[in-house]
């Protein structure tokens, strides 16, 4: 039973990843400080709420972005929700999600390289 213990632990490896509240609030000050503007639609579970980030660049080209796992089962930034970035389309997305994932947060992020920015935040690898 040890043996199977250890093989597991070695399958499921944990690690520390900040509070998503943490998380808002570090991705929040960082952009107001790098002169983009944040602000949370939707608040979420302050521990382990999933993050999803409205990414634009001067109110241009909305896009749904959050931390997920890539296809080399690393921690990645996925684009979600609706390819077209109309604004209406990624608003009703995110309402959806929302409806359905009480816990989810909703920041909207408009700053230059917004994906860049998410993913130096987020990942933080």
Same mark, same amino acid.
């Given at each position: %039973?040890? &043996?199977?213990?250890?093989?597991?632990? !070695?399958? +499921?490896? #944990?690690?520390?990843? #900040?509070?998503?509240?943490?998380?808002? *609030?570090? #991705?929040? $000050?960082?952009? *107001?400080?790098?002169?983009?503007?944040?602000?949370?639609?939707?608040?979420?579970?302050?521990?382990?709420?999933?993050?999803?980030?409205?990414?634009?660049?001067?109110?241009? *080209? /909305?896009?749904?972005?959050?931390?997920?796992?890539?296809?080399?089962?690393?921690?990645?930034?996925?684009?979600?929700? /609706?390819?077209?970035?109309?604004? $209406?389309?990624? =608003?009703?997305? +995110? %309402? $959806?999600?929302?409806? *359905? &994932? /009480? &816990?989810? +947060?909703?920041?909207?992020?408009?700053?230059?390289?917004?994906?860049?920015?998410?993913?130096? =935040? %987020? #990942? !933080?690898?």
């Amino acid at each position: %039973m040890e &043996d199977r213990t250890r093989q597991l632990a !070695g399958i +499921w490896q #944990l690690s520390a990843r #900040l509070a998503s509240g943490a998380l808002v *609030n570090a #991705l929040a $000050r960082r952009a *107001n400080a790098a002169g983009g503007f944040a602000t949370v639609l939707a608040k979420g579970d302050s521990t382990a709420g999933a993050i999803l980030v409205i990414a634009q660049d001067r109110g241009e *080209n /909305p896009r749904a972005l959050e931390r997920g796992v890539g296809p080399d089962g690393k921690t990645a930034l996925i684009a979600v929700g /609706p390819s077209e970035g109309e604004s $209406r389309a990624v =608003t009703d997305y +995110w %309402m $959806r999600r929302r409806q *359905n &994932d /009480p &816990d989810l +947060w909703v920041v909207e992020l408009d700053i230059a390289q917004a994906e860049r920015f998410v993913a130096e =935040t %987020m #990942l !933080g690898d």
